[in-house]
């Protein structure tokens, strides 16, 4: 790892009390038109914090810990299954507002952010890195989806997400329309650990 990474570091939940420094990072991260809005944010951090990231430093002076600060985070919900066995749901525009679906077995990711002076440090593979191993791990559903930007395909793929094609239900948004979106999939696989 960079010899350049943040002191400090950790990973935990994200809980509603973190809601106004999602917000701000949203914000930083995404234009208006794709960024969560403030209610969805609160909606997703109240209802499954479970599936909601964030990274971490604490602001520590000496041995006095004087605080923390939200440098990436991701959010995700549950998205209702497809009703096909061969076909997994994907992100549609429905899904991305304020929607969770606790019986589905597809956990969608809205959002993934590392704050502009964080970023190009490997803190993103880091973060998703351990949140599908918790995810896997907790056995809390069978895939993560996600739309990503074309550009962003492989990176994705470097962290074991395969492309299923362009999302067909964004496109009919103008607001998403100016650029290319696609489906990708990580299917969750429990490691089995040798008693
Ligand atoms: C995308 C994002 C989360 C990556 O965070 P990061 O911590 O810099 O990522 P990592 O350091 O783990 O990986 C860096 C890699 O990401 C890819 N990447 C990042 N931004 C990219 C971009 N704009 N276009 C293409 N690839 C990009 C590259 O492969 C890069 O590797 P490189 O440095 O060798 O070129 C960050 O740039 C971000 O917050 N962007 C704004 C929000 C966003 O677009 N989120 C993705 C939603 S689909």
Redesign the pocket.
């Known amino acids: 790892m960079s010899s350049t990474l943040p002191l400090h570091m950790y990973i935990r939940p994200l809980t509603i009390e973190d809601t106004t420094a999602v917000s701000a990072l949203e914000s930083?991260?995404?234009p208006p038109e794709?960024r969560a809005a403030l209610e969805t944010t609160q909606y997703r951090l109240n209802t499954c914090p479970e599936l909601c990231s964030g990274l971490f430093i604490r602001d520590v002076e000496g041995s006095e810990v004087k605080g923390e600060k939200l440098i990436?985070h991701i959010m995700g919900t549950k998205i209702p299954n497809s009703g096909s066995t061969s076909q997994p749901s994907m992100i549609t525009l429905q899904s991305m507002g304020k929607v969770h679906d606790e019986a589905s077995t597809t956990v969608g990711i809205h959002?993934?952010?590392?704050?502009?002076e964080?970023?190009?440090?490997?803190?993103?593979?880091?973060?998703?890195t351990d949140y599908i191993q918790k995810l896997s791990n907790q056995e809390v559903g069978q895939r993560i989806v996600?739309?990503?930007?074309e550009?962003?395909v492989?990176?994705?793929e470097?962290i074991g997400f395969l492309l299923q094609g362009e999302n067909e239900s964004v496109k009919t948004d103008p607001a998403f329309g100016k650029t290319t979106?696609c489906d990708m999939v990580r299917e969750l696989v429990k490691e089995e650990y040798e008693s």
């Open positions: 930083r991260g995404f794709e990436g959002s993934v952010v590392i704050a502009p964080y970023q190009k440090k490997n803190l993103a593979t880091l973060l998703l996600i739309i990503a930007h550009p962003l492989p990176f994705y470097r979106w």
